[in-house]
């Protein structure tokens, strides 16, 4: 079962609002993603995290901060965000992040609206 | 120059159509080669691994050419169904599993 699952599906928040995206997955894969994608743009990288360890910051502002409570998890904490945050937010895992031919698997995202 | 180039479409076919798409990567160290479909508001799906050897599933044929830096993918027997944007993502290999996408191509197959 190769299925990522992500809430809510959609999030309307104002600036000084306080909310969390949640991904969860159960393929036993150790590397988990959030990416951001604008409309007609590919995926950005946020973060990577691997055996529930962050990896990779791609110099994201403050206003996101991921979290990994356990294996399966993997939260987006949001605040005071801008309305150029605004974007689908997407989480994907894969197996191990280093291993060569490592598909990631794709979670059918959050469409997050700040006004 | 972009680490991933993809040819910019759109490309507008008939159903039944055969059509490929190219895609170029820079970084020679790169490990390994999918295409993904993302139909329009949906996530990025996994549509092919690319093997050096070359690869097909159904109507669907990816072709690698280390040398060259050059991904193919070529889809036979266009159905409504394909119409997406086809994104080229390479695995550079020393940047601890991140992924580097192409822009994409978008896909209309038309009646």
């Known amino acids: 079962d190769t299925e990522v699952t992500q809430t809510p599906k959609h999030l309307v928040m104002g600036m000084t609002n306080k909310k969390s995206l949640k991904c969860e997955q159960h393929?036993?894969?150790?590397?988990m993603y959030w990416y951001k994608q604008k409309a007609k743009k590919p995926p950005e990288l946020m973060f990577v995290y691997s055996y529930e360890k962050l990896s990779i910051n791609e110099s994201v502002p403050s206003r996101f901060s991921p979290e990994c409570p356990n294996s399966s998890l993997l939260n987006l904490h949001l605040h005071a965000l801008q309305p150029e945050d605004s974007a689908l937010y997407l989480c994907?895992?894969?197996?191990?992040?280093?291993?060569?031919?490592?598909?990631?698997?794709f979670g059918p995202g959050t469409r997050l609206t700040v006004l | 120059r972009k680490e991933v180039e993809q040819d910019p479409g759109p490309f507008n076919v008939p159903e039944g159509a055969t059509v490929a798409f190219n895609c170029t990567y820079s970084n020679s160290a790169s490990q390994s080669f999918f295409w993904y479909r993302q139909d329009c508001r949906k996530e990025p799906k996994l549509l092919m691994s690319v093997y050096s050897s070359g690869n097909e599933d159904g109507r669907f044929t990816a072709q690698l050419n280390r040398a060259s830096q050059y991904i193919s993918l070529l889809i036979r027997d266009s159905k409504l169904s394909d119409s997406a944007t086809y994104l080229c993502v390479v695995n550079i290999g020393n940047q601890g599993g991140k992924l580097i996408f192409g822009q994409g191509t978008e896909l209309s197959v038309k009646p």
């Open positions: 994907a895992s894969s197996q191990d992040r280093l291993a060569a031919q490592t598909e990631q698997f």
């Open positions: 393929m036993g894969h150790r590397a």
